[in-house]
């Protein structure tokens, strides 16, 4: 299999066969995100070298893969006809495939329509993860996401109604503490909105070369310690009025948290009390990420 840039899954495909779909980012312009800075620039691999990699995985892991991610950073956002093809010679050549899982941002699930998600469905299309980060109009101004709540929430409804799962991603602190209880709520409001399947939580850590770090050295965003990130997320539990699954499984996070809403929340919430009993200098120490 040929790979091409960063390569990133999330922590729930790690058992999943990684076959590179796309190059890069279309977006490219998050101020907290790193990842495709440096290039390369978006481009949609050939039909004919997805297929040979799939082939080649094949001959070494054998007919019998049951979950497949496609990178890289926005592979929704190929042609729809293009990832409907995808879909099917991937499960010609795996039989036995349960899921097929892309990455995917509001904007670019949008231009599909419902339409177009029920036809990738049909083909195949399991689940699609989305960087939700906030439901704060302000916030993704800020952080230049490219979409506002009207359009994720519109976004998020398409997916459910094609019938396929969705993985949203919030990050905590992302409002710094100017704008943390409003981030929690209006993320609570979109959440409630949308009731996604699976609801994924990381911390903000600002990362080498972009903007939001230079915005963090020079005082223009100030960070939440670990304490009021723990405050932001149990005020984000209080106003979740949905069923999904909750997850903090992120190396950022200063707190794993893991159960299904609603039954689950006040079991969150006491776990959350119970470690703002603890000194700050407890949980993991501040640092800036290269990745």
């Known amino acids: 299999m040929r790979y091409e840039g960063p390569i990133y899954r999330p922590p729930s495909e790690a058992d999943s066969l990684l076959i590179q779909a796309t190059i890069g980012c279309p977006h490219n312009r998050c101020t907290f995100c790193m990842v495709y800075r440096g290039g ?9 070298d997805i297929e040979a990699d799939l082939r080649q995985a094949r001959e070494i892991h054998g007919p019998d893969v049951r979950t497949l991610f496609l990178p890289a950073g926005n592979t929704i956002a190929m042609p729809t006809e293009a990832l409907c093809t ?20 509001s904007p670019f699930i949008h231009r599909k329509r419902l ?15 989305v960087g939700l980060e906030s439901g704060d109009d302000r916030i993704l101004r800020r952080i230049a996401k490219g979409t506002d709540s009207n359009q994720q929430i519109d976004a998020g409804h398409w997916v459910k109604a094609a019938g396929i799962e969705l993985s949203l991603y919030v990050i905590l602190g992302i409002g710094g503490q100017k704008h943390s209880e409003s981030h929690a709520r209006e993320t609570a409001r979109v959440l409630n909105a949308i009731a996604p399947d699976f ?13 939001l770090l230079e915005d963090v050295r020079n005082r223009r965003f100030r960070m939440l310690g670990p ?31 893991e159960g ?6 006040e079991r969150l919430l006491s776990t959350i009390a119970t470690a703002l009993t603890r000194e700050e200098t407890s949980f993991r120490p501040f640092f800036i990420g290269n990745q």
Do not use: M, Q
Request: charged share 25%.
């Open 115 to 129: 339409e177009g998600l029920k036809r990738l469905a049909e083909t195949g299309l399991t689940r699609i993860h």
């Open 227 to 257: 304490h009021d990130v723990l405050k932001e997320t149990a005020l984000l539990l209080t106003h979740l009025k949905i069923s999904t699954t909750l997850t903090s499984d992120h190396y950022t996070n200063y707190l794993n948290l």
């Open 86 to 105: 995808v879909c099917r010679t991937a499960h010609r050549i795996f039989p036995n495939l349960e899921r097929i899982t892309v990455y995917g941002s």
């Open 199 to 211: 609801t994924r939580l990381r911390t903000f850590v600002p990362k080498v070369g972009t903007p």
């Open 40 to 48: 390369p620039r978006f481009r949609v691999r050939d039909l004919t």
């Open 260 to 265: 299904h809403l609603p039954k689950d929340k």
